[in-house]
């Protein structure tokens, strides 16, 4: 993932937070903001519950390889929260688990 497309400010996180409704599916809360900048960009945050700094860190990678491979529409800011469950999962398990949750939220290109 670029480093373009990646919110980082804590003011977009608790703007589209306190705005948005979550989207919840098994590990993930999900949360989107349509806009009119032509680019999507992503937000992820792991929570101190889900492990040491090595463990978050690493699930943020894999949530970025997992969001690069992905075809999606642009316009919007989305915001995804990662559940203390994900921690015995697989690559595998959470790129379907992503990719089912972000075709419930309309994010996905529609030829998929």
């Known amino acids: 993932m670029k480093k373009i497309n ?3 400010k ?3 996180f608790n703007r589209i937070i ?3 409704k979550p989207y919840k599916y098994k590990d993930y809360i999900i949360y989107k903001e349509k806009h009119n900048f032509g680019i999507s ?9 889900v492990g040491n700094a090595v463990t978050r860190n690493h699930i943020k990678r894999q949530l970025k390889n997992i969001i690069d491979q992905i075809p999606y529409k642009n316009n919007f800011n989305c915001i995804i929260i990662v559940r203390k469950g994900i921690i015995g999962k697989s690559f595998l398990e959470m790129k379907n688990d992503l990719t089912e949750a972000m075709k ?4 996905l290109e529609e030829n998929e």
């Open 18 to 20: 306190a705005s948005i």
């Open 104 to 107: 419930q939220v309309h994010i």
């Open 6 to 8: 990646i919110l980082k």
């Open 10 to 12: 804590n003011e977009d």
């Open 41 to 49: 960009h992503f937000g992820i945050s792991v929570g101190k519950k």
